[in-house]
C-alpha cells in the first residue's frame, strides 16, 4: 500500500507566506515525479508544479517567482514555500506521486489541504 499525506495549509493574509509538506510512503514504489495540484470547487484540478526524481522542476505560470518546489528523495518527501500568496491561490492542494509499483506506472493521491489567502 502507498499512501501520500499532506500537511501545513491554513489561512493566511494576502502577501504571506506557507509551506506545504507532502511526504509519500509504501514499499515496492519507486516514485518518478511528485507534484502539487490545486482545485476550487466546480473546477477541474490544475497542476502547481512538479519535482521529478532528478530534480527537474515545473511550474504553472500563475506561481512562477512565487512558489518554489522542493524534495527530499531520502524521505520521500516533497515542499511547496509558498510566497507573496494572493486570494485567488485559494483552493485545495493536492499532492500527487507517480511512479512505477510491481512494474506498473502509478500514481497516488493526498487527501488534500485547504490554504486559504484572504484579502
Known amino acids: 500500500q502507498v499512501q501520500v499525506v499532506e500537511s501545513g495549509g491554513g489561512l493566511v493574509q494576502a502577501g504571506g507566506s506557507l509551506r506545504l509538506v507532502c511526504a509519500a510512503s509504501g514499499s515496492f514504489f519507486t516514485i518518478n515525479v511528485m507534484g502539487w495540484y490545486r482545485q476550487v470547487p466546480g473546477k477541474q484540478r490544475d497542476l502547481v508544479a512538479s519535482i521529478t526524481s532528478d530534480y527537474r522542476t515545473n511550474y504553472a505560470d500563475s506561481v512562477k517567482g512565487r512558489f518554489t518546489i522542493s524534495k527530499d528523495n531520502a524521505k520521500n518527501t516533497v515542499y511547496l514555500q509558498m510566497n507573496s500568496l494572493k486570494p485567488e491561490d485559494t483552493a485545495v492542494y493536492y499532492c500527487?506521486?507517480?511512479?512505477?509499483?510491481?512494474?506498473?506506472?502509478?500514481?497516488?493521491w493526498g487527501q488534500g489541504t485547504q490554504v486559504t489567502v484572504s484579502s
Open positions: 500527487n506521486a507517480a511512479g512505477v509499483r510491481f512494474a506498473k506506472s502509478r500514481d497516488y
